[in-house]
């Protein structure tokens, strides 16, 4: 029997596919209430980035929805975007771009198969399950052929997922490998059954720096569900466009965004939140996946020591202990995490380079990056928190 030929088709909005279709190849875990693995390339949230205007038209995040269909039934889809800028993604290419424009090239636009401002891993390729297979090559295939028709300088997909990376391999993209900082939970029960497994002196820095936390002089609430309310939103937000500024200059999400997710959203939500008369003086953003916690957003208007740590990252792990999550991904960068209890973690991404000796010299790159990454996983893993086991030289 010959293989069924896979049409590729291109949608600027979501409004032109069904959220069950989507869904079917971005979450087919998710049935009958279950919570979605990754709540990022839901149809809910790439939604609510689309309709609060955080992509599309001035955002440098032009939507490009990649769709494959066998006989009219949606088999597979990517978050592909056109990109006019390097912003929002977390797999710095910007070395790259200067040197190709250095050397007379147009390095943007470019495609990018990613969720836009969300360093967290996941699938890239959404398949529908009895296509994964087949799916996968045709979005794979399909999108370098999309970069190539148009004499675009290059694909990137991040935070693709390492199978994936694996696999695109073997059809002629290149694989990055870079790392973040995630806390594993090994079937703790308490706060307490993880600080037992730290040395002494981390413990004891850990309680000191809860403590002080909690002293600022007010209280810390977590709001999820029916329990986010409007006033939550208002005090985020300006918690959120404070750390934008300062990050990126502006921020990445609108304010529609955060009343869409009121809206939408609010089940995939874990609003971390702290009050001080009277009034809420800090918080950070979590999103709640059916293995995983991710930390997304944090913010403050007044500064009190430790509050960011015990936000940001006690808090996450309480959250994740509670909901018996197996992990807290807290975002990009942040050695400061190692003390904490987060170890470095392999991430992937994936390149393709229109110009042949352009992706030469990417490929020695990364090469080379690779090894380097290697050795630092290796050395801060070394360095980490976690009790030493002794090993009997005997056996």
């Known amino acids: 029997m010959s293989e069924q030929q896979v049409e590729i088709r291109i949608i600027q909005s979501l409004s032109e596919i069904d959220a069950a279709d989507w869904d079917a190849c971005a979450c087919p875990d998710a049935v009958e209430g279950a919570r979605a693995k990754d709540p990022f390339t839901t149809y809910r949230f790439l939604k609510a980035l689309e309709d609060s205007g955080s992509v599309g038209v001035g955002t440098g995040w032009q939507p490009q929805y990649l769709i494959a269909l066998i006989e009219g039934q949606i088999i597979g889809v990517a978050p592909l975007y056109v990109k006019s800028h390097s912003q929002g993604e977390y797999i710095f290419d910007h070395s790259w771009a200067h040197a190709y424009e250095n050397a007379g090239g147009r390095y943007y636009p470019k495609l990018q198969i990613a969720v836009p401002h969300t360093p967290a891993t996941g699938r890239r390729f959404l398949t529908r399950e009895g296509f994964e297979e087949t799916g996968f090559n045709a979005l794979v295939q399909g999108a370098v052929q999309l970069t190539d028709n148009n004499n675009l300088s290059s694909l990137h997909a991040t935070f693709c997922t390492s199978d994936e990376a694996a696999r695109a391999e073997s059809l002629g993209m290149m694989a990055r490998k870079t790392q973040q ?186 090469e080379a990056e690779r090894a380097a990454v290697d050795e630092e996983i290796e050395i801060l893993t070394d360095y980490g928190p976690f009790k030493q086991v002794k090993v009997d030289e005997q056996e």
């Not at 994936?350 to 000796?357: A, F, K, N």
């Open 181 to 366: 900082f995630h806390w594993r939970n090994e079937g703790y029960e308490t706060f307490d059954d993880f600080l037992a497994t730290l040395s002494s002196r981390k413990r004891k820095n850990i309680r000191k720096e809860r403590a002080t936390a909690q002293g600022f002089g007010g209280t810390i609430q977590t709001f999820t569900g029916d329990a986010l309310t409007a006033d939550h939103w208002d005090a985020f937000w300006m918690f959120y466009q404070d750390t934008g500024a300062r990050k990126w200059g502006q921020p990445y999400l609108t304010r529609a965004f955060f009343d869409i997710a009121q809206e939408t959203l609010r089940d995939d939500i874990s609003l971390v939140l702290a009050e001080r008369d009277g009034r809420w003086i800090a918080g950070a953003l979590n999103f709640i996946g059916a293995d995983s916690l991710y930390g997304r957003y944090w913010g403050c208007i007044e500064h009190h020591s430790c509050l960011h740590f015990e936000l940001c990252y006690y808090q996450a792990i309480d959250i994740a202990i509670q909901l018996g999550l197996g992990s807290v991904e807290a975002g990009a960068q942040g050695e400061h995490k190692l003390a904490r209890g987060y170890l470095p973690t392999p991430t992937w991404s994936l390149h393709w380079m229109r110009d042949q000796g352009f992706a030469r010299a990417v490929g020695e790159f990364l």
